[in-house]
T-cell receptor
Framework: EDKVVQSPLSLVVHEGDTVTLNCSYE??????LLWYKQEKKAPTFLFML????IEKKSGRLSSILDKKELFSILNITATQTGDSAIYLC??????????????FGQGTILTVHP | DAMVIQNPRYQVTQFGKPVTLSCSQT?????MYWYQQKSSQAPKLLFH???????NEADTPDNFQSRRPNTSFCFLDIRSPGLGDAAMYLC???????????FGPGTRLLVL
């Protein structure tokens, strides 16, 4: 059975802290790994990772994938209260031009206090 | 702006009364998905359309049906909503299932 496991499940930090969110996976026919941020609405896309060792960066957020060890991390530096959200790690599986089924992790609830 | 639109944003229905949720997209993506997300849980895929081909997840109850009359629109029909069907319903789209999925804002369903 395909599985995506995130840790920690929840995290409370203060503004300015740096956080690292972890995601490990065991799936058949891996295609890509995606990170989404979900506040009180639909998930919004952050990153898509397909190759090992290549860091993706967007402002204070960065992410990297290790396909040998089957994990990814999402880093957030200089956290702000607006970073408070659930962070979802999602693995896309499927072959060729298939529909790209997503397998979701449980999410990490990040709370940033002022 | 190209986007995924869901209507209504909030829907209240009665136990057993059929309800339809709608999703439209201007991204011209050929794949459309419906997810159910309950409180504090990750979204759960119900089914998806790859072009006109309907793909049901094995554990999706028969109570949930879907229609896709054209590329832009997809509907989720709940034939006899139960209290356990109260949830956020998310529509997402993707090009060929290869690129990332883009989510609509969701419809929050309340069953009384």
């Amino acid at each position: 059975e395909d599985k995506v496991v995130q840790s920690p499940l929840s995290l409370v930090v203060h503004e300015g802290d740096t956080v690292t969110l972890n995601c490990s996976y065991e799936v058949t026919n891996f295609r890509s790994l995606l990170w989404y941020k979900q506040e009180k609405k639909a998930p919004t896309f952050l990153f898509m990772l397909t190759s090992s060792g290549i860091e993706k960066k967007s402002g204070r957020l960065s992410s990297i994938l290790d396909k040998k060890e089957l994990f990814s991390i999402l880093n957030i530096t200089a956290t702000q209260t607006g970073d408070s959200a659930i962070y979802l790690c999602v693995v896309r599986i499927g072959g060729g031009t298939s529909y790209g089924k997503l397998t979701f992790g449980q999410g990490t609830i990040l709370t940033v206090h002022p | 702006d190209a986007m995924v639109i869901q209507n209504p944003r909030y829907q209240v229905t009665q136990f057993g009364k059929p309800v339809t949720l709608s999703c439209s997209q201007t991204l011209n993506h050929n794949v459309m998905y419906w997810y159910q997300q309950k409180s504090s849980q990750a979204p759960k895929l119900l089914f998806h359309y790859y072009d006109k081909d309907f793909n049901n997840e094995a554990d999706t109850p028969d109570n949930f049906q879907s229609r896709r009359p054209n590329t832009s629109f997809c509907f989720l029909d709940i034939r006899s909503p139960g209290l356990g069907d109260a949830a956020m319903y998310l529509c997402a789209t993707s090009r060929d299932g290869i690129e990332t999925q883009y989510f609509g804002p969701g419809t929050r369903l309340l069953v009384l």
